[in-house]
């Protein structure tokens, strides 16, 4: 529970299973092999075309991506833990520091 506290996370994934590679000598003991993508692709429709135009804030084009299915690569990158594709550690490296 500390890991997910100092990582900034929702409680919500308190109770979930999370894995981590024990590594081996084909992956140098890293626990990771190949390349997993982290994608987060936005579909512009009309409603997010316009507010672009319109020079709409950053909240509001949130907002109208969340509402077309737009998934934000933290979320992307938990999922991919959740399911065992990478660490936890490595999907808050790459999407929540910085």
Request: charge should be positive; charged fraction near 30%.
């Amino acid at each position: 529970w500390e890991k997910f506290r100092s990582y900034g996370l929702p409680a919500t994934l308190r109770n979930k299973c999370f894995y981590e590679g024990a590594g081996c000598e084909d992956c140098q003991h890293t626990g990771y092999r190949g390349r997993e993508a982290l994608v987060a692709r936005l579909p512009v429709d009309e409603r997010i075309a316009a507010e672009i135009l319109r020079g709409g804030s950053a909240g509001e084009l949130r907002r109208l991506a969340a509402k077309s299915g737009y998934r934000e690569l933290k979320e992307i990158a938990l999922q991919k833990a959740l399911a065992g594709r990478t660490s936890l550690d490595e999907a808050v490296y790459e999407t929540f520091t910085g």
